[in-house]
């Protein structure tokens, strides 16, 4: 009970910081506002800024609010002594900052909770008047990938790793998908997308018609449509359920239908999508993971503010923030002054006889010292990428629940380490 009356305590006191408030209300008004930003004449880019800008600005606003919420609440309890009126009753150390974090755990769920409620009533409105080939972003689909490709016939030429094919069925684009056995069902189906390149010698360059056949291949079962395709437009192809009966291996073929035409192609010109209409499930997983980033940064907040002053906290925990988001960038650039040392070895073969001729001596071993240093930092920071759900959305794709329960685990990895640590410091910390 004493971890909950911590918890509530610390919940009440930072609703009432007027930060919490500033907060929330700029993030609002950047909601409202992505209404109102220009975008392209495309019908789902509409769809697409306001996710990013809820994901990709909304979201950091709502960790500025929780890493000085959490950077603060200790250093200022301990500054107008409070917790000495906490320290002198029957509770321990590590009860208090676990009541710290699952306070602030909880005050970043109802504010995510919300800006998540008024965000999805805006997406509702804007997703109501997409055209059906622009759809795909408000479905949660799950990627087949291709068991073969290759083409039938001969292929005009090659060029940047791409396919060209004439029309007139001198060359025909295959690809086979295998192992089909989650049959559509209920609201669910299978549907193709393909984003092919063209190219015209005839009257009309912008449009070209292409033939897509689909084949069961067990059953021998076929449709097979003419498509005007757009230049470089990707379109969708839904499967009808009667080809999929009775086997569950499908061929799909693509050939321009006039020989003026031309279409180039590679292996994933073609994506093969089990499609269900499950936008807000998949939303609630991404809302989900956004929050165990929020939880993770919040809990390195609390765990410097046990022994840093508050500033001092709110500086590291931004530090990490921002570096656990360029890893890759560090890494790559740990890997490069490794590089960069063995092409230097053969100039330090004779260190002994050379150190006073050449001042660069001890170049190669800075070099050393500092990629040992980065490379530590790229093990022990948190990788704050993983949790990018963005791009599932934005493609259409299912978040799978493997992705969220890693996001779990590795949020709960971190958070035990911090825990402990924050335990050790606050221990250790003298305030009489």
């Known amino acids: 009970m004493t971890i909950v009356t911590i918890a509530s305590h610390t919940f009440r006191e930072s609703i009432r910081k007027r930060i919490l408030h500033v907060i929330i209300g700029i993030s609002v008004l950047i909601i409202i506002v992505s209404l109102l930003i220009p975008v392209t004449d495309e019908p789902d880019a509409r769809m697409k800024m306001i996710l990013v800008v809820f994901f990709q600005v909304v979201v950091i606003f709502c960790i500025t609010g929780i890493i000085l919420l959490a950077a603060t609440s200790l250093p200022c309890e301990i500054g107008d002594k409070t917790i000495f009126g906490i320290l002198s009753k029957p509770v321990s150390r590590i009860q208090i900052i676990t009541g710290k974090i699952i306070g602030f755990a909880l005050l970043s769920v109802l504010v995510l909770a919300t800006l998540s409620l008024l965000q999805i009533i805006v997406l509702q409105r804007t997703k109501a008047g997409l055209p ?10 799950s990627e087949i990938a291709a068991s073969r490709f290759h083409v039938q016939g001969k292929t005009h030429h090659v060029r940047g790793g791409i396919v060209w094919i004439e029309g007139g069925r001198t060359g025909i684009a295959v690809w086979n998908f295998s192992g089909l056995y989650n049959k559509p069902h209920g609201t669910s189906y299978f549907e193709m997308e393909f984003n092919p390149k063209t190219e015209s010698t005839g009257r009309l360059a912008g449009t070209i018609p292409l033939v897509i056949r689909i084949e069961n291949v067990d059953s021998g079962k076929q449709r097979m449509d003419v498509i005007p395709a757009r230049a470089d437009e990707p379109f969708l192809v839904k499967i009808a359920p009667e080809v999929l009966k009775h086997g569950c291996d499908i061929q799909i073929s693509a050939f321009p239908l006039n020989k003026t035409d031309y279409i180039g192609i590679t292996r994933d010109n073609v994506r093969l999508y089990l499609a269900k209409e499950g936008f807000l499930l998949n939303y609630g997983k991404a809302v989900t993971i956004t929050f165990l980033k929020i939880l993770l940064i919040m809990i390195i907040a609390v765990m410097g ?27 790559d650039f740990s890997l490069l002054m490794h590089d960069h040392v063995h092409e230097h070895e053969h100039e330090h073969e004779h260190i002994l006889s050379e150190m006073v ?13 500092v990629k040992k240093i980065l490379g530590w930092f790229s093990i022990i920071l948190p990788d704050f990428k993983r949790y990018d759900s963005l791009e599932f959305l934005l493609k259409g794709i299912d978040i799978p629940l493997g992705t969220v329960g890693l996001s779990f685990g590795y949020t709960a990895l ?3 380490v911090c825990l402990f640590i924050s335990f050790l410091a606050f221990k250790r910390r003298e305030f009489f």
């Open 414 to 416: 971190y958070a035990g």
């Open 357 to 369: 001729e050449k001042p660069d001596i001890f170049l190669p071993y800075i070099d050393i010292l």
């Open 132 to 141: 059906e080939k622009y759809r795909g972003i408000v479905k949660a689909r």
């Open 305 to 331: 503010s046990t022994y840093l002053s508050a500033p001092v906290t709110i500086a590291v925990a931004f530090i990490i923030f921002i570096c656990g988001h360029i890893l890759d960038f560090i890494q």
